[in-house]
């Protein structure tokens, strides 16, 4: 078996990328979980950096499904020839044409149901939050325009932080329609289909762009720092193990450890870093170099992992 293991550190300036419940009043909270210190650490969800992949394939030219008004789904111009009355006329067109419904599955109430290939971690910040505010003005309408108006609204902002995730991929279940009862596999695309299908996926997170308020608050969530794992389980060994400290310096040992530790499973590993995201740029090059890893720019770690022609 062959899994993609991609684990990955962007950077944060000042963003609001994943909002939550309302607190009631003024105030659009964004997502946070607590640690047992009472710290608070922002996150973006899985449900979430799954639709900016979505979406950041459809910028790079991939067809998307949708859903209509019923919640059932919609593939635009061929929906009847691909799925009609609650049922399948022809899946692997489905296949062929939607690059959504092969790698993060779905499910059909009378029409079953495909595991995701792509599985994802929540993007969870290295950082505690700071308790910091955005502030806009929802203005209103009056009938004398010399009298001030308007409503000021908080907005929740993480700044100046890391956000760390994993991206796992079961490779040999792309292009293919599992039985979940039987793991019978039926083969819906041709094998250079299958591998153009997962090189445009590796694009699309090199080049991830999403988040809530991006409208005023613009901001990169692109790897700034990648280890770019082929391996033989499906494993995310290093889920947990990426830690920035308060001084903007990354943890290089313990990744290095982990690393040594998961030998045996793996298969290939690149490591890719941009310049000017930590202060220990030189130790972080040097330890993984004398270690035998290959260090590289975050593109070039993440090409490592393209399958046939390149």
Do not use: C
């Amino acid at each position: 078996m062959e899994f993609l293991n991609i684990n990955y550190i962007s950077k944060v300036n000042l963003a609001s990328l994943n909002g939550s419940e309302g607190m009631g009043g003024n105030i659009t909270p964004i997502k946070k979980v607590s640690d047992y210190e009472g710290n608070e650490f922002v996150y973006i969800s899985g449900q979430a950096i799954r639709r900016y992949l979505k979406e950041t394939l459809r910028e790079l030219g991939e067809s998307i499904s949708s859903v209509d008004e019923d919640g059932s789904p919609h593939f635009g111009d061929v929906q009847d020839k691909i799925f009609k009355k609650g049922k399948f006329n022809d899946k692997k067109l489905m296949f062929q044409k939607f690059i959504d419904m092969d790698l993060f599955g779905y499910m059909f109430p009378n029409a079953g149901r495909r595991w995701s290939v792509v599985k994802v971690a929540p993007m969870l910040s290295l950082l505690p939050y700071k308790g910091e505010y955005d502030y806009l003005t929802r203005k209103q309408k009056v009938e004398d325009e010399s009298k001030k108006s308007g409503n000021i609204v908080q907005v929740e902002i993480d700044t100046l932080n890391y956000m760390r995730g994993n991206i796992v991929v079961d490779l040999d279940k792309v292009g293919k329609d599992i039985n979940e009862y039987t793991y019978e596999e039926t083969k819906m695309l041709e094998d250079e289909k299958i591998n153009e299908r997962i090189n445009i996926f590796i694009d699309s997170i090199k080049y991830l762009n999403g988040g809530a308020k991006q409208s005023r608050n613009l901001e990169d969530i692109s790897p700034k720092f990648v280890i770019a794992i082929n391996q033989k389980i499906g494993n995310p060994f290093l889920l947990n193990i990426l830690s920035v400290d308060k001084n903007k310096n990354l943890n290089v040992d313990i990744i290095i450890e982990e690393l040594e530790n998961n030998k045996e499973v793996i298969n290939n590993v690149k490591i890719g870093i941009a310049k000017n995201v930590f202060n220990n740029y030189d130790e972080i090059v040097k330890k993984f170099s004398e270690k035998g890893y290959e260090v590289l720019n975050v593109n070039k770690a993440l090409d490592s992992l393209k399958k046939g022609d390149k």
